[in-house]
C-alpha cells in the first residue's frame, strides 16, 4: 500500500510531462479500438450480406464447376439428383443454371454470365419474383445496378441476347429488364444476367439440369454423386482472407503509435531515475528493498496506462459511439473494384472482447516498458545513489 501511495503521489506531483505521456497513450487507445472495431464491423455486414445475396448457408456444386474459370460453365452442369428433389420442393435448395452469353446494348457486344434461378426461391434476397413475363414468349430479366450502369440499360429495356445451347448451336432472342436491383455484393451483379430458371434451361436445351444448389440454415446434406458440398468456411474463404489482410495492415499501423506512446513513458522513466537519484537512496537507506523500490517505480509507469485507459473511456467512448451510429462512408466505386460485399458506410462494432483486449495489450507493454530502465535500480548502491552518483 505503501508502494502504491507513494506512486499515485510521484505520478501526480510530474504534472505535465505525466499527461502529455497519458494523452499519447490514450489516443493509441482509441485508435486500436476504433480500427479493430471497423474490421469486425465490416467482416460482419459483408459475411452476412454474401450469404443473404450470394452464397446462402451452403452450396452444392457440380464437378465440373470452378466459379473462377468461365471455360469451364460449358460443361459444368448435370440433371438434378432424384435425392436433392425433396429439398428442392421444401425450399431449403434452391438450383442454379449457369452459362456465358453476350448481349448487343446500342449495338455494343458484352459478354455476360447467365443466371437461371427459380422465380418463386426465397433462399437468396434476389428479387426474383420479377421474373414474371407478360406473354408466353417474352424473356423477363433482372440485372444489378452496377451492370445496368455498364451496358447502359433501364427497366423496361429490352436487349438482344446471344447465347450457345449445349449441342453447341448459337441462337438469339431480345430479353426484356423487368427490374433492377441495388445490392451490396457485387459478385452477383457485374456482368451477370438473372433469367427464369426452367426459360433458361429450355434455352440451352439442359432440361432439369443445373450447375449449383444454393442452401438455406434448414438444409441437412446428402451426398450425391458428382457435387460437391461447400460450406460456409469455403465460400467466404477469399472474404476472410481479405479481411485478415486489412487486419494485418492495421496492426502495423496503431502499431507504430502505441510503440511511439511507450518510448515516450521509456524516456519519462529514465529521465526520472536519472533525476531521481538521491530520492532512490534514501528510500532504500529507510529500509525499503531494492526490489520494492524497482516495483515502485514500475508502478508508477504502469500507472500511465491505467490512467490512459481511464482518459480514453472519458473521450473516446462518445466519439466511437458517434461513429457507430452514423456509420464510416465508404466510395463506392472503391467499393465495387474491391469484388466483394460492401455497402456504402460501415458500421463498427465493439465488443467486449476487444476492449478487454485493447486494455490488456496497454497495461501489460507500459509495465513492460517500465520495467525495463527500473530495473537498474536493483544494482546501485545507496551511498552512490545519495551522493547523486550514476553507475
Known amino acids: 500500500m505503501l508502494v502504491l501511495k507513494l506512486a499515485l503521489?510521484?505520478?501526480?506531483?510530474?504534472?505535465?510531462?505525466?499527461?502529455?505521456?497519458?494523452?499519447?497513450?490514450?489516443?493509441?487507445?482509441?485508435?486500436?479500438?476504433?480500427?479493430?472495431?471497423?474490421?469486425?464491423?465490416?467482416?460482419?455486414?459483408?459475411?452476412?450480406?454474401?450469404?443473404?445475396?450470394?452464397?446462402g448457408h451452403g452450396q452444392?456444386?457440380?464437378?465440373?464447376?470452378?466459379?473462377?474459370?468461365?471455360?469451364?460453365?460449358?460443361?459444368?452442369?448435370?440433371p438434378i439428383p432424384?435425392?436433392?428433389?425433396?429439398?428442392?420442393?421444401?425450399?431449403?435448395?434452391?438450383?442454379?443454371?449457369?452459362?456465358q452469353g453476350s448481349i448487343y446494348p446500342e449495338g455494343r457486344m458484352q459478354n455476360v454470365i447467365l443466371k437461371g434461378i427459380p422465380a418463386q426461391q426465397k433462399i437468396l434476397e434476389l428479387p426474383t419474383n420479377k421474373l414474371q413475363a407478360e406473354t408466353a414468349e417474352e424473356i423477363p430479366a433482372i440485372i444489378g445496378k452496377r451492370m445496368a450502369n455498364t451496358a447502359k440499360l433501364?427497366?423496361?429495356?429490352q436487349v438482344l441476347l446471344r447465347w450457345r445451347d449445349n449441342n453447341g448451336t448459337f441462337d438469339a432472342q431480345n430479353i426484356t429488364i423487368k427490374h433492377i436491383f441495388d445490392s451490396n455484393a457485387s459478385s452477383i451483379?457485374?456482368?451477370?444476367?438473372?433469367?427464369?430458371?426452367?426459360?433458361?434451361?429450355?434455352?440451352?436445351?439442359?432440361?432439369?439440369?443445373?450447375?449449383?444448389?444454393?442452401?438455406?440454415?434448414?438444409?441437412?446434406?446428402?451426398?450425391?454423386?458428382?457435387?460437391?458440398?461447400?460450406?460456409?468456411?469455403?465460400?467466404?474463404?477469399?472474404?476472410?482472407?481479405?479481411?485478415?489482410?486489412?487486419?494485418?495492415?492495421?496492426?502495423?499501423?496503431?502499431?507504430?503509435?502505441?510503440?511511439?506512446?511507450?518510448?515516450?513513458?521509456?524516456?519519462?522513466?529514465?529521465?526520472?531515475?536519472?533525476?531521481?537519484?538521491?530520492?532512490?537512496?534514501?528510500?532504500?537507506?529507510?529500509?525499503m528493498t531494492r526490489w520494492q523500490v524497482v516495483n515502485l517505480f514500475t508502478l508508477e509507469g504502469a500507472a500511465h496506462s491505467i490512467l490512459a485507459t481511464i482518459v480514453a473511456f472519458i473521450w473516446g467512448t462518445p466519439f466511437l459511439l458517434y461513429l457507430s451510429s452514423i456509420g464510416i462512408p465508404i466510395n463506392p466505386t472503391q467499393a465495387d473494384s474491391i469484388g466483394i460485399a460492401m455497402a456504402d458506410k460501415i458500421i463498427p462494432i465493439y465488443g467486449i472482447g476487444l476492449i478487454i483486449t485493447t486494455i490488456l495489450l496497454v497495461v501489460i507493454s507500459a509495465t513492460i516498458v517500465s520495467f525495463l530502465p527500473a530495473r537498474k535500480i536493483a544494482y546501485m548502491k545507496p551511498t552512490d545513489a545519495i551522493k547523486g552518483k550514476l553507475q
Open 154 to 157: 433501364k427497366e423496361g429495356d
Open 189 to 287: 451483379d457485374n456482368g451477370q444476367i438473372w433469367l427464369p430458371l426452367p426459360q433458361l434451361q429450355t434455352m440451352l436445351t439442359m432440361p432439369k439440369e443445373a450447375t449449383l444448389f444454393v442452401a438455406n440454415k434448414d438444409y441437412q446434406h446428402q451426398a450425391s454423386k458428382g457435387w460437391l458440398h461447400k460450406d460456409l468456411g469455403v465460400l467466404l474463404a477469399d472474404l476472410d482472407g481479405i479481411i485478415a489482410s486489412k487486419k494485418v495492415s492495421g496492426i502495423i499501423l496503431y502499431g507504430l503509435l502505441l510503440i511511439i506512446a511507450l518510448l515516450a513513458i521509456f524516456d519519462t522513466q529514465v529521465l526520472s531515475i536519472f533525476k531521481r537519484q538521491k530520492e532512490i537512496g534514501t528510500y532504500i537507506a529507510l529500509g
Open 9 to 55: 503521489k510521484n505520478l501526480i506531483g510530474a504534472g505535465l510531462r505525466t499527461w502529455l505521456n497519458v494523452a499519447v497513450l490514450s489516443f493509441a487507445f482509441v485508435i486500436i479500438v476504433f480500427y479493430n472495431g471497423m474490421m469486425d464491423g465490416w467482416n460482419q455486414q459483408a459475411r452476412t450480406d454474401t450469404i443473404n445475396w450470394e452464397v
Open 60 to 78: 452444392l456444386w457440380q464437378e465440373n464447376y470452378d466459379p473462377y474459370d468461365p471455360f469451364t460453365l460449358q460443361d459444368a452442369h448435370a
Open 82 to 99: 432424384k435425392n436433392l428433389q425433396k429439398s428442392i420442393d421444401n425450399k431449403t435448395l434452391t438450383p442454379i443454371l449457369i452459362n
